[in-house]
């Protein structure tokens, strides 16, 4: 799990460096084309006017890709909800529920995959007292 949210991450920011890249050549072509017919005439071949405008358009739409793209892909909101959900099923939990909704063996994978993914994710400060009452479920059902 904690290297599928590392892969997630490492592709989110490849991403958005493609991204930023194809923007950036983009502005600096959009920024260029601007220039030439808004700006002054050039007085001579080499003036750099035209370029210095297009690289600030495409550094500043780069860098609005990079941001933009950083804020949609990057994987946050999916771990946080994971948490709470994980957290709001083990409330509800009991033993004679998860009997009721399946088989001993099925509530017993259920019960380790949930406590597997909280150890997975430990920086939520209220998992702890979440995985003791976890454990607790646990034990009752090798139990019973």
């Not at 009997?99 to 209220?126: C, F, G, W």
């Not at 998992?127 to 454990?135: E, G, K, S, V």
């Amino acid at each position: 799990m904690v290297n599928s949210l590392q892969r997630r991450r490492a592709s989110a920011v490849l991403f958005s460096l493609i991204t930023a890249c194809l923007l950036g050549l983009g502005g600096l072509l959009v920024g260029m084309s601007l220039w030439r017919h808004f700006g002054p005439p050039a007085k001579d071949p080499d003036d750099t006017d035209a370029y210095l405008f297009g690289l600030l358009v495409g550094g500043l739409l780069a860098i609005c890709g990079i941001v933009g793209s950083l804020w949609k892909f990057w994987p946050r909101t999916a771990k946080i909800m994971e948490h709470v959900s994980l957290k709001i099923e083990a409330l509800h939990l009991t033993t004679d529920e998860l009997l009721k909704r399946m088989a001993k063996e099925q509530a017993i994978n259920l019960v380790q995959d949930m406590l597997r993914t909280m150890e997975e994710s430990s920086n939520a400060p209220d998992i702890p007292a979440t995985q003791i009452r976890m454990d607790k479920i646990l034990e009752e059902l090798k139990r019973s």
